[in-house]
């Protein structure tokens, strides 16, 4: 069966500090590869997403950005942090290649920006 | 933007009454899809239905789907306290990728024992 790791569970960084959220996915082959944000009490906001390695595309402006250097593995970064980025971070994956697929989350981060 | 949105914000219920959720959209869709979220835990896929199915049962699950109107519900029947948690709507829209799905801001539903 497939499974997705998302690590760490909390987070309390400084602002200008860097950052690395690691998600990987056991059990599946080219899966889609997304990041959320989710503000308190909110939806969730898609940052990335990715359909291969090396592939990523971007739904907002903003501080961070996103690799996949191996096919189940996605990073999120940020060079310097700012108090905005503060939230709670979802990572989820879905079937490549076909329509009408549900998406499969971590238990996600929660990043707190002092 | 936001496509699909949650009615009512918050909802209180007794343990063994029935739940019913409402998502409202602007565009359209080929999917509607309902998650649930456990307080800090990420999201968990619990129904999809497509753009030509009016209804679609899971268990103690409901949902209907009304494209003219642009409307989804979701009704959990016999609630129970495991239940409480909270409820998103997602949906795709024709033309963007398949795989990208915009969700609304959820139903938080509490079920007192």
């Known amino acids: 069966s497939q499974t997705i790791h998302q690590w760490p569970a909390t987070l309390v960084q400084p602002v200008g500090s860097p950052l690395s959220l690691e998600c990987t996915v056991e059990?599946?082959?080219?899966?889609?590869l997304y990041w959320y944000r989710q503000a308190a009490g909110r939806g969730l906001q898609l940052l990335f997403y990715?359909?291969?390695?090396?592939?990523i595309s971007s739904e907002v402006p903003q501080n961070l950005s996103a690799s996949r250097p191996q096919d189940r593995q996605f990073i999120l970064s940020s060079k310097k942090l700012l108090l905005s980025d503060s939230g709670f971070y979802l990572c989820?994956?879905?079937?490549?290649?076909?329509?009408?697929?549900?998406?499969?989350f971590g238990d996600g981060t929660r990043l707190s920006i002092l | 933007s936001q496509q699909g949105e949650e009615d009512p914000q918050a909802l209180s219920i007794q343990e063994g009454e029935n739940a019913t959720m409402n998502c409202s959209y602007k565009t359209s869709i080929n999917n509607l899809q309902w998650y649930r979220q456990n307080s800090g835990r990420g999201l968990v896929h619990l129904i999809l239905i497509r753009s030509n199915e009016r209804e679609k049962h899971s268990g103690r699950l409901r949902v209907t789907l009304d494209t003219s109107k642009k409307s989804s519900s979701l009704l959990i029947t016999a609630s129970r306290a495991a239940d409480t948690a909270s409820y998103f709507c997602a949906t795709d829209a024709p033309g963007a990728g398949s795989y990208q799905l915009t969700f609304g801001k959820g139903t938080k539903l509490s079920v007192i024992p």
């Open positions: 059990g599946t082959s080219n899966p889609n």
């Open positions: 990715s359909v291969g390695i090396g592939q």
């Open positions: 989820a994956w879905s079937a490549t290649g076909r329509s009408n697929q549900p998406q499969h």
